[in-house]
């Protein structure tokens, strides 16, 4: 893998050099993304339910359950299939650890 992703390289989004090198080092991957889907829109479709992925940025830890070792999202009324903690947070963890300790996570 030489890492000549198109995606990065020929994006008409990245309109400077160190943008393409920020796209490269992996400081943000928005561009390719929006690049990726421009070029192909029948293969891109958005999860507003989060019924596949969740960022968990803007949401408290008491907003999620641990049910059966599997996250419980009350906004949702259902199980979260991938939650995303921001900045190293796992999500599961400490609600794992909560419960073990039985307390509530808030």
């Known amino acids: 893998n030489n890492f ?8 008409s989004l ?32 958005l999860d507003y339910g989060a019924r596949l992925f969740l960022n ?16 419980w999202g009350h906004a949702f009324g259902r199980e979260v299939c991938f939650a995303h903690g921001n900045g190293g947070f796992n999500v599961a963890w400490a609600l794992l650890e909560c419960q073990r300790a039985e307390r509530d996570p808030a």
């Not at 000549?4 to 994006?11: A, L, S």
């Not at 968990?56 to 996250?71: M, N, P, Y």
Request: cysteine-free; overall charge positive; proline content about 4%.
């Open 14 to 45: 990245a309109r400077t050099e160190t943008e393409r090198r920020k796209l490269q080092v992996g400081v943000s991957d928005q561009l390719a993304w929006h690049t990726y889907l421009w070029k192909h829109p029948q293969e891109i479709a």
């Open 4 to 11: 000549r992703n198109p995606y990065v390289f020929h994006t």
């Open 56 to 71: 968990t940025a803007g949401f408290k830890l008491q907003d999620f359950e641990l049910r059966d070792g599997r996250i």
